[in-house]
C-alpha cells in the first residue's frame, strides 16, 4: 500500500424542517476554531437521534456545509455560523459537501467467496490490446499469403 488515501467528494442540496429540537444536528469550525487543518469550514460533528437530520437521512457527521439557505459559510467565525443556523427559519435549504474515503488497496486478507477488489478495467483494458494487437497481426499475414 503505498499510505495515501483518497476521497470521492460530492455535493448535495439538503432541504430540512425545523423540529421541535432544531434542525438535529450540532457543528464545528470556522475561522476562529479550525476543525480540520488549513480549512476554516464548517462541519456537522453530530447528528441528535431523532432530529430533523437524523429523519431525513442524508446529512452525516463528518460533513462539511458549504452553504445555508444559499449564504456562503466561508471565511466566517464559529458564532457567525451558528447565527445563520438559528436565523434561517422554518424551511432550512443546506449545501452539503459529502467526503467519502476511496479504498485504494487491501485492507484484509478477502475470504472465500467474496468479489475481488480489482477493477474490471485493469483485467479487460490489457485482454482488449492484446486481442488488436492479435487481429492486426493476422491480417498482415494473410496479406503477405
Known sequence: MNGRVDYLVTEEEINLTRGPSGLG???VGGTDQQYVSN???IYVS???ENGAAAQDGRLQEGDKI???NGHDLKNLQHRDAVALFRNAGYA???KVQHRLQVQNGPTSHRGEGEPSSIPIAVVLLPVFALTVVAAWA???YRQQL
Open 46 to 48: 453530530s447528528i441528535k
Open 66 to 68: 458549504l452553504s445555508v
Open 138 to 140: 493476422f491480417m498482415r
Open 92 to 94: 432550512v435549504s443546506l
Open 39 to 41: 480549512d476554516s469550514g
Open 25 to 27: 444536528f450540532n457543528i
